[in-house]
């Protein structure tokens, strides 16, 4: 279960971005299968070529940011709708990710990367490298939580909520959705980038399909742990991201077929999107919401009575 915990976290990533597009932003971006292999794939290429894996991590990162500002763009200047924007990116990335690499594959066996010491010293998938990955979650839910809390960030907020509102406020919402996108993407180009190191290799079907198994770690999440702070919703979906890989890799490991992974992942979307909408959720939710809004205040809670003074004395 190691791996799995070790892959729930380094998909967070990917899934922190998705947040911010489909909860944040209310924008359905599919160019999430398109950027995660470019993130991976411009990082493989660089590393191969004898780049630092520094570098060559923060060059997927900026990678996948240009993939969504495209997306940004072709919707906000080009006034193309926000699925069919994100259908084009990721359809161009599919040529372009196979114009960066060369080949379908591009191993990275015998290459220095980020996560060559824990490799090599043979912590990699040990207790130490979960908390590594931890640790990169950390920074990167923090960093969001205080971008969320900036100016921007509530601007980028105040767009998703309402954007005529936003509009009517001052805000440029054209901007916030390039700006939201482009964030976005660049997140899970990072995260394609770090998969690709601790996988060993880009492919180029290693996106396919990803923007379900982001979806189901942010709704999955959502589901167990609801709140209306955003420190809440980001701790939401890491936890998310953690379950839907325990899932997949407790599918796997009882027998059943790898190629039906993405059919449970669309079903576990299913059950998250349907489930907390039953009548025993439901009531189960506003029985909590009724007693967090009216307190059971009894006798020792409430205030005495004052004893009558002045004119009403007598």
Same mark, same amino acid.
């Given at each position: ?21 489909? +909860? ?7 160019? !999430? ?47 193309? %709708? ?37 490799? =090599?010293?043979?912590? &990699? ?59 976005? %993407?660049?997140?899970?180009? &990072? ?11 880009? =492919? ?42 325990? !899932? ?8 059943? %077929? ?9 079903? &576990? ?16 939710? +506003?029985? +909590? ?13 409430? *205030?005495?009575?004052?004893? *009558? ?6």
């Amino acid at each position: 279960m190691i791996i799995a915990l070790q892959l729930g976290l380094l998909y967070a990533v990917m899934a922190l971005g998705v947040y911010l597009t489909y +909860r944040v932003l209310d924008f359905p971006d599919l160019t !999430v299968d398109g950027s995660f292999t470019t993130g991976a794939s411009v990082t493989s290429v660089l590393i191969v070529g004898g780049q630092s894996p520094l570098l060559a991590t923060v060059a997927g990162l900026l990678a996948g940011a240009v993939a969504g500002c495209v997306t940004g763009l072709l919707h906000t200047a080009g006034r193309i %709708n926000p699925l069919l924007a994100g259908i084009l990116t990721q359809i161009a990335l599919y040529s372009i990710n196979l114009r960066i690499m060369g080949k379908a594959n591009v191993p990275l066996l015998g290459q220095t990367t980020l996560l060559s010491p824990l490799r =090599d010293s043979g912590q &990699l998938t040990t207790w130490v490298g979960v908390g590594v990955f931890a640790g990169v979650v950390l920074a990167v839910g923090l960093v969001t939580v205080w971008f969320l809390g900036t100016d921007m960030g509530v601007a980028l907020r105040a767009t998703g909520d309402n954007e005529a509102m936003a509009s009517s406020q001052g805000v440029s919402v054209d901007r916030a959705k390039v700006l939201g996108l482009t964030i976005s %993407n660049a997140l899970v180009g &990072l995260c394609g980038a770090l998969v690709a190191q601790f996988a060993g290799f880009a =492919d180029i079907s290693m996106g396919i399909g990803l923007i379900v198994a982001g979806l189901a770690s942010v709704i999955i999440g959502q589901a167990l742990l609801s709140g209306r702070t955003v420190w809440v919703a980001v701790v939401a979906v890491v936890l998310g991201s953690i379950v839907y890989r325990g !899932v997949i890799q407790i599918a796997l490991g009882v027998g059943l %077929n790898p190629n039906d992974m993405k059919l449970i992942s669309a079903v &576990l979307v299913v059950v998250a999107l349907v489930l907390p909408r039953t009548a025993p959720l439901r009531q189960w939710r +506003r029985l +909590r919401a009724s007693r967090v809004a009216v307190p059971d205040l009894t006798e020792t809670d409430a *205030p005495e009575a004052a004893a *009558p003074t002045g004119e009403a004395a007598r």
